[in-house]
């Protein structure tokens, strides 16, 4: 069993930054691929970026690449999404996902049902 337990949102003005940490308990966090998604009030749920397992290899939205960067510490167990400048259309829940059967070592899951672990999620609101 993995738990995954998200922190550092907040509220933050257009054009800030923030930084999400999600730590996870498990002996084997490090073979686990890594993701973060987002949920706006009365949209679905979506993809924001995530790491393979070593945290070599990443993938982003499009709606996020070049501003926002996922990271990984295997020694801390613990996933971050570092968020520079921050839209409104940024504010949502954001929360972290584990992967605990990735494909390869390179493998980077981007889709809802290859997570099986998430956590309570952490609000992210921007203002204008």
């Known amino acids: 069993q993995v738990q995954l337990v998200e922190s550092g949102g907040g509220l933050v003005q257009a054009g800030g930054s923030l930084r999400l940490s999600c730590a996870a308990s498990?002996?084997?966090?490090?073979?686990?691929?890594m993701g973060w998604f987002r949920q706006a009030p009365g949209k679905e749920r979506e993809f924001v970026a995530g790491?393979?397992?070593?945290?070599?290899?990443?993938y982003y939205a499009d709606s996020v690449k070049g501003r926002f960067t996922i990271s990984r510490d295997n020694a801390k167990n613990t996933v971050y999404l570092q968020m520079n400048s921050l839209k409104p259309e940024d504010t949502a829940v954001y929360s972290c996902?584990?992967?605990?059967?990735?494909?390869?070592?390179?493998?980077?899951?981007?889709?809802?049902?290859?997570?099986?672990?998430w956590g309570q999620g952490t609000q992210v609101t921007v203002s204008s």
């Open positions: 498990g002996r084997t966090f490090s073979r686990y691929a």
């Open positions: 996902a584990a992967d605990s059967s990735p494909l390869l070592p390179t493998y980077v899951p981007k889709i809802y049902g290859e997570f099986d672990y």
């Open positions: 790491t393979s397992w070593t945290g070599l290899y990443t």
